[in-house]
């Protein structure tokens, strides 16, 4: 089936070999506490552990490390004023070559502090896609810099489906994965790789009822953008992807929403439980368990929690 998808399990299989010690072989994690709690047998991937802390780190070294010499020396560019931002720097500083980064103007300092620290080139413009998408294909036209799409190119999705490759070679059969869905990259992922590793397997994405325009364009088989995205987790304020879109209505079997306050709830009681920093967005997939979105009782369950930043001094529960 996956055969006429814009991403294949093939691709996802070269970009382990093509992003193997650059990025770190996350730990798989397990708590008796949360699988009373969740009713379900969990193993937790944990890409908060990744370098800049987020799964984004191994598409952006998947597009980056697949240039050519040539097109490598002119650079890559990208918009964003998240994970993606620092991870597309890091990966254009790992290979030597530069990295143009559109952020907004209202970025979060800590976000611009980080970018700037590996070496990304940032020219900032107004808060708005259409800008931020213009003044990257601006910068594209005039350096010759490759553009790496946050969450829709191939090569992304490719290197974010990494991680569940390496979460079904660990832990075996699963009855189900679940994952968060912002531009549809990371859940397409992991779609590709659970249907191939085992046909089997209940695929299941997962996002909050407050930034949904991917859940409805599953429902309706319409790609939508929805109403403007209001949710604490800041990483899924996007719009599906093209790409995204097209492998979500092949391969999923379910997709769930969740509410803020479920969001929270699920975030913090993984700080408390398994002592580790996740963010909003990675708390997501864990909210729809807490909420019984998705009946999942005794069931072997692989979670994918999606990254850790978070601003310590503007906690949810504060």
């Given amino acids: 089936?996956?055969?006429?998808?814009?991403?294949?399990?093939?691709?996802?299989?070269t970009a382990v070999s093509r992003i193997e010690g650059h990025v770190h072989h996350t730990p798989v994690m397990r708590s008796h506490r949360?699988?009373?709690?969740?009713?379900?047998?969990?193993?937790?991937?944990?890409?908060?552990?990744?370098?800049?802390?987020?799964?984004?780190?191994?598409?952006?070294h998947n597009a980056v490390l697949?240039?050519?010499?040539?097109?490598?020396?002119?650079?890559?560019?990208?918009?964003?004023?998240?994970?993606h931002a620092a991870a597309l720097?890091?990966?254009?500083?790992?290979?030597?070559?530069?990295?143009?980064?559109?952020?907004?103007?209202?970025?979060?300092?800590?976000?611009?502090?980080?970018?700037?620290?590996?070496?990304?080139?940032?020219e900032?413009?107004?808060?708005?896609?259409?800008?931020?998408?213009?003044?990257?294909?601006?910068?594209?036209?005039s350096r010759g810099a490759t553009l790496v799409h946050p969450y829709d190119d191939p090569l992304v999705i490719a290197g974010q489906g990494t991680a569940a490759l390496e979460l079904l070679e660990e832990v075996g059969p699963l009855d189900a994965i679940v994952a968060p869905v912002g531009g549809g990259g990371l859940m397409s992922?992991?779609?590709?790789?659970a249907r191939h590793m085992q046909p089997g397997i209940r695929i299941i994405a997962?996002?909050?009822?407050?930034?949904?325009?991917?859940?409805r364009s599953w429902k309706t088989g319409e790609r939508t953008a929805g109403d403007p995205p209001n949710t604490i987790a800041d990483g899924l304020r996007t719009t599906l992807g093209v790409n995204g879109f097209h492998i979500l209505t092949?391969?999923?079997?379910?997709?769930?929403t969740v509410s803020e306050a479920a969001i929270v709830d699920a975030m913090r009681l993984v700080w408390e439980v398994m002592k580790i920093v996740i963010e909003p967005s990675a708390a997501v997939p864990v909210a729809a368990l807490l909420e019984g979105k998705v009946d999942l009782k005794d069931a072997r369950v692989g979670v994918i929690l999606s990254g850790g930043n978070v601003d310590l001094d503007r906690l949810p529960w504060q």
């Fill in 1 to 13: 089936m996956s055969a006429d998808l814009p991403v294949t399990f093939i691709d996802i299989a």
């Fill in 34 to 60: 949360l699988d009373d709690i969740l009713k379900a047998k969990i193993a937790f991937k944990c890409e908060n552990f990744q370098r800049i802390g987020a799964f984004k780190a191994r598409g952006a």
């Fill in 66 to 83: 697949a240039l050519d010499e040539t097109a490598a020396e002119r650079g890559v560019v990208t918009h964003s004023s998240g994970n």
């Fill in 89 to 122: 720097s890091l990966a254009a500083a790992t290979r030597g070559i530069p990295a143009f980064i559109v952020m907004p103007e209202n970025a979060p300092q800590a976000k611009v502090d980080s970018v700037r620290r590996l070496g990304g080139q940032i």
């Fill in 124 to 141: 900032f413009c107004a808060p708005t896609i259409t800008a931020r998408e213009a003044a990257a294909d601006a910068i594209a036209a």
């Fill in 189 to 193: 992922g992991t779609a590709v790789v």
């Fill in 206 to 215: 997962t996002e909050p009822e407050q930034a949904d325009d991917a859940f």
């Fill in 250 to 256: 092949v391969l999923l079997d379910d997709f769930v």
